[in-house]
């Protein structure tokens, strides 16, 4: 069975569509992301998944039945962006307190609790104010919360915002594991392209209410052929007058002394080569040529907006 | 779990479980912030005491005990309609709600345990008023147990109307503003005898739900009690907390959607 089936959504503020006709299928047991700039309608799109936001039109259904807060509250651990509700409590009291409100009992509670704790590396935060952290460690609380009382549906809205590395891989870990030893299914909202590539089974990519493009990142990523991305930063001044530096000026996305071009395979590494074999190395500050990344497909579905790159 | 299995939903917390979990939320907040709200809601309460003691006679009795039964709800009026306003008018606009709509906690559970954690933060400062407003005006100590009943039910009464506010305010800072507002009328109402006020001032008196714990604790300063009016008094605090904390409830559960 889908763990969640979205048809036609739509969502309206003040007359504006904010998700307009959004259709798509999380499977069981699947990673599903939705990646895309801020207003997108990422948020929107949760907050109806989740009963807290009626649709103006179309269909959510949620493990076979159409969504409603007591389906949802037995059936979703939901991490919303705002963490209010949990930032007087200590660590240990906001997950004690999510558990027993997931129905647990007291000494359940603690358990769970203990076992989240040393799970994330959180016990030397255990006994410290939720609102009183960092922002990555406060945010890693907050995910701590979706896990006490396990639910067989995840909605995580951009759990990984400001973690260090260390931590945002603590979170993709325990999301694995959520999904391979209990076969839970997760909806996580990001706008970080390597969170999306690196944890995620399929997205859908949305831009100003609508999914542009929904599949497997790498195949998303194949729709680019073999292209591959050049990006060349220069010292000071590009070597303009040379006529490999000219033609590449001409077809570059120019941000500063930064050069961003889209070239195909072959094309892209014999002009990396002469470059780099010529006058012009001097000027060059440093390099890269990368396979497309989801960016690149962002890019060319038409979107507004840049994603975050970590 | 095989693609076609229905996974195991999880089950619902009990009524007292889930207020039990939003009041410890709440009252957490209200452990960090102790001290200044003590000083905040005490001191502004035993001034106002202390200003009164210099302009009462030493004969007006009646004056004497509405002052100190005025001043003592007064710090219920702060920190349960006040505070708790500004507060559930924040989550609200924050979406700190959300937290517990999507878990499904129940509306009442909400109100309840919003309200119950604000009117136990009140009570410390509205015992020290009261014991101080009783030294001051020479007041009858040994009645003061009658704060055990009233201040719950003024702290329920009043916790109630300040949730209300919270929800239902456009944005959080009219929350703050009528908060406020309903304090300054608490006080107003409270600490002046009922006679003083012209017909309609005392018709809006009788409809502000704090004037029935004034009442209330000030017949039990008097040297002859009327228990029953006293008891009536508590009965109409019982039954404003019951209404607005309802009301609020079901607020809760329309406002996140």
Known sequence: MDSLVVTGLVRRYDGVPVNDGIDLTVRAGEVFGLLGPNGAGKTTLVRQLVGLLRPDAGRISLLGRPVDRRLVAGAVAY???????????SVRRALETTAVLRGLGRSGARAVTAAILDELGLQSLADRQVGRLSGGQRRLAAFATVLAG??????????????????????????ERRRAERGASVVLVTHNVLEAETVLDRVAVLDAGRVLACDTPGRLKARFGDALRLELVWRDEPPLGDLLVDELAARAVVLGRRWQLRLPAEEARSALAALTSGPALRALDDFTLATPSLEDVYVSLGSSADLERV | MTPSAVPRLGT?????????AVYAGQIARARTARVPLLFVAAFQSIGILLLLRGVVAHHDDLTGRVVVAGTTVLVAAFVCLNL?????????AEGGLDHYAALDVPGAAVALGAAASYATLMIPGAVITAFVGASLFDLPYGRLWILAPVLPLVGAALAGVGTLIGLLAPKHELATVAG???????????????????????????????TYAVDALADTFATHVDWTGVGVDLVVCLAVAVVTLGLAGAVFRRSVR
């Open chain 1, 79 to 89: 991490l919303p962006q705002a963490d209010l509700a949990i930032a007087d409590l």
């Open chain 1, 150 to 175: 396990e639910r067989p549906v995840l909605v995580l809205d951009e759990p990984t915002t400001g973690l260090d590395p260390t931590s945002r891989r603590a979170v993709w870990a325990a999301i």
């Open chain 2, 12 to 20: 619902r917390p009990s009524l007292a479980a889930a207020t039990g």
């Open chain 2, 84 to 92: 708790l306003a500004q507060r559930v008018g924040v989550l609200r």
């Open chain 2, 180 to 210: 406020q507002l309903g304090m300054s009328a608490v006080l107003f109402l409270g600490i002046i005898p009922e006679h003083r006020f012209p017909l309609v001032l005392q018709w809006v008196r009788d409809a502000v739900p704090s």
